[in-house]
């Protein structure tokens, strides 16, 4: 497999899961672990940045720490998706998955899955907590593979003035944010205990904000959009195994009025300078040997292989 992306959860062709399958546990034991070495680089690094960049602000995201998949119906089949490993299992209707959360921030990603440290971080945390991920941010994030009435599949050209993955392939996508399950709540004021009790209200922001990624960065109404389904967890080993939950998404308008509205431009039009149109047949041919695998970038990478096992027929 490319070395930039791998699974971490997979579910079985066309067992996609909705949001009720899903749950959350959220606990302070699920955050990164830290050291004081660690908490100085990160410091530094932010301080740094915030100079060169004063524009920019910290925010809370949620941290994942691990991932379960399990088949109530056939005993205790629960798969443990925190060791960076390929999983697929057999889910069925009763099949749920269970996420393990903790709370993060951009300032924490960008001093360590996004540093040069990031690969001795890996190491320390195998040795430490034999977890190579332990001291690392892992914010997750969210993609989604969206499909048009005429059965096209969307995919937005990077800016060249985003951060990571400029003039890349993408998938409309983005973070779930903390902030919307306490409003009122200042960033720096969020914390694990503010969201404990309030898992439901964690579920709905991570499947809503897959619809709201979409209609900030391909200007389509939320309306338009179906209920997303959860293909798994795809990792991006190009930011040290950054994890990102994909979705699918059905659009109840045609291609052409999805690329017009794209072209007035949304909310988040400055992230991509063109949208793609990809047909199902095309899209189960992608591989790496293509000649389009090589412009996509890891998320749009790890989200073409779970949509190709799970929704093959879609």
């Known amino acids: 497999m490319d070395p930039e992306v791998s699974l971490m959860l997979c579910c079985d062709p066309s067992q996609a899961l909705e949001e009720h399958q899903m749950h959350v546990e959220i606990a302070n034991r699920f955050n990164r672990q830290s050291f004081p070495e660690i908490e100085q ?29 399990s088949v109530p119906d056939e005993g205790d089949q629960s798969v ?41 971080l890996q190491s320390h945390g195998q040795d430490q907590c034999a977890d190579a991920q332990a001291f690392l941010s892992q914010p997750l994030g969210v993609g989604a593979v969206m499909v048009t009435t005429d059965g096209d599949l969307v995919l937005l050209r990077r800016s060249q003035r985003v951060a990571e993955a400029a003039g890349l392939l993408d998938i409309p996508g983005g973070h779930p944010e903390p902030k919307m399950v306490c409003p009122g709540v200042r960033e720096e004021d969020i914390s694990v205990e503010l969201l404990q009790g309030q898992e439901r209200a964690v579920i709905s922001e991570i499947f809503s904000s897959v619809c709201a990624e979409i209609s900030d960065e391909v200007n389509v109404p939320v309306g338009s959009l179906s209920k997303p389904l959860f ?28 690329r017009d509205l794209y072209r007035r431009g949304g909310p988040e039009a400055h992230e991509s300078t063109d949208i793609m149109f ?9 591989n790496e040997r293509a000649p389009l695998w090589s412009e996509l970038c890891p998320s749009a990478k790890g989200a073409v292989l779970l949509y190709q096992r799970v929704m093959p027929d879609q």
């Open 41 to 69: 680089h990160i410091e530094s690094l932010w301080s740094d940045r915030v100079a060169r960049e004063p524009w920019l602000f910290n925010g809370a995201k949620f941290r994942l720490h691990s991932a379960l998949l």
């Open 80 to 120: 443990r998706g925190d060791k960076l490993s390929n999983v697929s299992v057999k889910p069925n209707p009763s099949s749920v998955v269970k996420l393990e959360l903790g709370l993060t921030c951009y300032k924490d990603y960008l001093g360590t899955n996004w540093s040069r440290e990031a690969r001795n």
């Open 231 to 258: 293909l798994g967890i795809a990792l991006n080993h190009t930011s040290a195994g950054r994890p990102s939950a994909e979705f699918f998404v059905r659009c109840s308008l045609p291609t052409q009025e999805v």
């Open 278 to 286: 990809l047909s199902r047949e095309k899209m189960l041919q992608v």
